[in-house]
Structures are given as structure tokens and as C-alpha cells.
């Protein structure tokens, strides 16, 4: 097999493969990481829940990455006025892992080497397949064009994959790019002068204002990691330094002594506002030749925090299908592509809602009671009631479905509140009829009093 991509999802996936006892050539247009001082391209902490966790068990990696991580067990909610206020994410001991995406890249591609039939190749970016012969052919950084023929090429190589470009020249492939308008900047508030933290430790904190927000997860080194959310047109209107502590100053007034003053417009200043791209595709497979998975087949926006998860959970899908198919790659792959693109585009989907979610839904105080309503039912009706968020988050309920039980949950609540309602209103007429017979108000009278109060108001309030 010849992965294509040694980023997360490749590198784990690389160490499935190994596992079934598959020779594994893993090819990574970047330098090794390992041994890089700096490391190009997105470092937004990654929240590592149920469906991750459960494919590095699988690999035995599980503990080595939950020894780097810190627990998140609630939003922190940083309300105008400084203010702050938790929403647990689930019960009590439920929580997800705030991780480190280099070092975790790390551990992964030192677990995949460690197995005598992997072969690492860095530096060697793709330059064609062909899935009927099963050739690969890369370019290494000296110029030297290197072919591989293989069983299977798979690409796990990001949202701008070489290997669904030649899937696309290859088969009927669906494509949908989306861009949204909004763009992300990583900020950064560093440990106190006594090597501590400066807000709550396990938390995900949030800056929610409607459009926009802000983010804040922790990292080991006491520090947090700050990644601001935004319309292009906002960050494009920042200019000057004056511009940004005013627009600071006016929506995260409580974030810039956390920062410090010259930080941010150090950062901020240099920085550019960096695009989101969701990505859905179909099918994800050529024959029995080619696969892509991870952001290669569903990019999405960070709002859920699946990226990682969905990824690694495809590497655990795959697993399964060539369990139940014998590692016979003209079943196993048909069967990967029909039963995960289902899931894959709603949890697309539900990244895209998340985001509303987190940058406005939270100020809101119908959304609040929901969440409460929702964790007392799941107190009370544990295996039948499950909040959406701890479905997607702390279960592998297919994404498909937990949207599906969310509406079938939506169904019942609005028949309960309805029918609820409807009492209430009997109830009410009912005392309001018996009140008017006491006081010998007659129903002729109330009719008329009805009329009088109609015609009182102007015809376009009526």
C-alpha cells in the first residue's frame, strides 16, 4: 500500500495498515517534522473525543497522547462585561482532550516507523496515479522522480489532495468546495510571570459576539492557544494599531491584559486572517486501486472539532470493512466509500451549524434552557434521550443518525410543549369562566368588551 500524505490521519492510518501486516510506503511532500525547528501551516489545538480516542486504542496509542493532553470539561463563556460562565459539555465526567498537533503528529509517525513493513519518505510530493496499474509517481526535493506499483493507493494528503485530483480525471466523481466568509487568525495568551496559568485550566474558553468569536484552548506549557473567528470584511477593516485595540477594547475588553498589549498588535499586525474550506465528495474510491479519507474526502470547518475525529474514525471504518471483507479490496473499498459518505457530509453539515452555535447561540437564553432540558432528560432517560452534542462528542453513534435522533427528539418536545400549552390555555379559560360567572359577567359581554378592544387598534396592528 502507498499512503500518500503523513499528516494525522496518514500517519495513523499507516499504522492500521502495518498492523493487518500490509507493506506500507508512506509519502510526505513536507520535511520530517521530527526534526524541523518550525513547522509551516495551521496550529490550531485539536480536541481530541470519543471517536479519536477509540482509533488510538485500536493502535495502542491512546495513553501516549492522553499523557500530552488537558482536559476540557465545559465552554467558558467570556460575556462584554468580563463576566464569565461554564456550560458543561455533558455530565460531569465527560470531557474532551485539548492536544498539541504537532507533537501528536510526532507520536503518530514514530509508531507507524516502529513497524518493520513501513517505510517513511519525506520530502516526495505526488506527481501522478494511475489506478489502473496501481503506479504512483513522486518527485523528491533533489528533483528525482520516484514510481511505486502498489495494491492500493490511499490518499489522506489534506482538503488540497493530488490524489483526489487524479480520482477526479479517473471516475464520475461528485465535488462541492464551499469557502465560508468568515476567516481565523491564531492569537496567543502566554503564562503568567510565575509559569501559570491565567484563566480556568480545563476549559474551552469563548468569546461568542454574534458574528464573530474568539477561542481559547490550554496547552502544557501553561499557555493558551487563541484562534479569532471572523468575517473577512472586519479583519480586512483593522488597519492601523489604533483600529485593533479599539475593536478590542469595544468586543474582548477582558482578553488584553491576559494577551498584553503589545502581543497583540505584534501578532495581529504580521498575521493574515486564514481561509475554511468545507469539502464533500463522492464516491471516495477508484475500483479496487485508489481511497481517499480524512480532509482529502470531507474537509470541514473547526466548529465541532471532528476534523481529527471523523479522520482518525475513518481509519476505523476502513479497518471494518476490510475486516469483514478479507482484505479484498474490490469489495472492501465500495463498501468504505457507500457507508461513509453518509456520515461524512453530516458531520459537514453539523460543523457548518456549530459555528452559529458557538458565536451566537450561546448568548441565548432559549438555547440555555434547551441545554438543561436536554441534560435532565438524559439524566432521566439515559438510553433513550441523548443530547446531540454528547452523541457526536462522547459515543461513535454514525453522524447521520445523531442528526436524525436530534430531530426525532425535536418532534417530541415541540408535540410535548404544544400539548403542554393547549392545557394550560384549557386551564386558564376554564378559571377565567369561572371567575366571570362569579362576578355575573356574561359571555355576550365579554364578546362585546373583545370587539371594542379589536376596533380600538389601528387595522395594521390588528
Known amino acids: ?17 502495518a498492523k ?36 488510538l486504542r485500536m493502535v495502542g496509542l491512546e495513553d501516549t497522547v492522553l499523557e500530552n493532553g488537558i482536559r476540557m470539561h465545559a465552554r467558558m463563556i467570556h ?8 456550560i458543561l459539555y455533558g ?36 506527481v501522478s496515479c494511475d489506478f489502473k496499474t496501481g503506479e504512483a509517481e513522486f518527485i523528491n526535493n533533489e528533483g528525482k522522480r520516484i514510481k511505486k506499483t502498489v495494491d492500493l493507493i490511499v ?86 494599531e489604533e483600529d485593533l485595540m479599539n475593536f478590542f477594547r469595544d468586543k474582548f475588553p477582558d482578553s488584553i491584559p491576559l494577551m498584553g498589549e503589545e502581543t497583540l498588535k505584534q501578532i495581529f499586525m504580521s498575521s493574515k486572517a486564514l481561509p475554511m474550506v468545507s469539502i464533500k465528495c463522492s464516491p471516495y474510491h477508484v475500483e479496487d486501486k485508489g481511497l481517499i479519507m480524512g480532509d482529502a474526502a470531507h474537509a470541514m470547518v473547526p466548529f465541532y472539532g471532528q476534523g481529527m475525529n471523523a479522520g482518525f474514525e475513518d481509519c476505523i471504518a476502513l479497518d471494518e470493512m476490510l475486516d469483514l471483507y478479507k482484505n479484498d479490496f474490490s469489495k472492501a473499498l465500495p463498501a468504505y466509500s457507500e457507508t ?25 437564553k432559549l438555547f440555555l434552557m434547551r441545554k438543561k432540558l436536554d441534560n435532565l432528560l438524559f439524566t432521566i432517560f439515559p438510553n433513550s434521550w441523548i443530547p446531540l452534542y454528547t452523541m457526536v462528542a462522547f459515543t461513535r453513534t454514525r453522524y447521520h443518525l ?61
Open 1 to 17: 500500500v502507498v499512503v500518500v500524505g503523513g499528516g494525522l490521519v496518514g500517519a495513523l492510518n499507516t499504522c492500521f495498515l
Open 20 to 55: 493487518r501486516g500490509f507493506i506500507v510506503d508512506l509519502y510526505e511532500k513536507r520535511s520530517d517534522i521530527r526534526k524541523a525547528e518550525h513547522v509551516k501551516g495551521r496550529s490550531i489545538n485539536l480536541a481530541l473525543s470519543t471517536r479519536g480516542r477509540t482509533a
Open 79 to 86: 460575556d462584554p462585561d468580563g463576566s464569565r460562565r461554564p
Open 91 to 126: 455530565k460531569e465526567d465527560q470531557y474532551i482532550m485539548s492536544v498539541d498537533r504537532r507533537r501528536l503528529n510526532e507520536v503518530l509517525l514514530t509508531a507507524a516507523e516502529k513497524n518493520p513493513n513501513v517505510t517513511c519518505h519525506f520530502e516526495h510530493k505526488l
Open 155 to 240: 490518499g489522506n494528503d489534506g482538503a488540497f489532495s493530488g490524489v483526489r485530483k487524479e480520482m477526479m480525471k479517473a471516475t464520475l466523481l461528485d465535488y462541492q468546495q464551499q469557502y465560508i466568509p468568515h476567516g481565523y487568525m491564531e492569537l496567543t495568551i502566554p503564562p503568567s510571570p510565575k509559569d501559570e496559568y491565567l484563566m480556568e485550566t480545563n476549559y474551552l474558553h469563548i468569546w461568542p459576539r454574534n458574528e464573530f468569536m474568539m477561542i481559547a484552548l490550554p496547552n502544557l506549557d501553561k499557555s493558551f492557544t487563541c484562534t479569532l473567528f471572523m468575517p473577512f470584511e472586519i479583519f480586512n477593516s483593522i488597519k492601523t
Open 340 to 364: 461513509r459518505t453518509v456520515d461524512a457530509h453530516a458531520i459537514c453539515d453539523l460543523a457548518m451549524y456549530n459555528y452559529v452555535e458557538m458565536r451566537k447561540s450561546v448568548n441565548s
Open 402 to 462: 445523531c442528526i436524525a435522533r436530534r430531530k426525532h427528539q425535536d418532534e417530541i418536545l415541540t408535540k410535548v410543549l404544544s400539548g403542554g400549552m393547549m392545557v394550560l390555555l384549557g386551564v386558564c379559560a376554564l378559571s377565567g369562566l369561572r371567575i366571570c360567572n362569579q362576578r355575573g359577567i356574561t359571555f355576550q359581554t365579554l364578546t362585546d368588551k373583545a370587539m371594542e378592544l379589536w376596533e380600538s387598534f389601528p387595522p395594521v396592528n390588528r
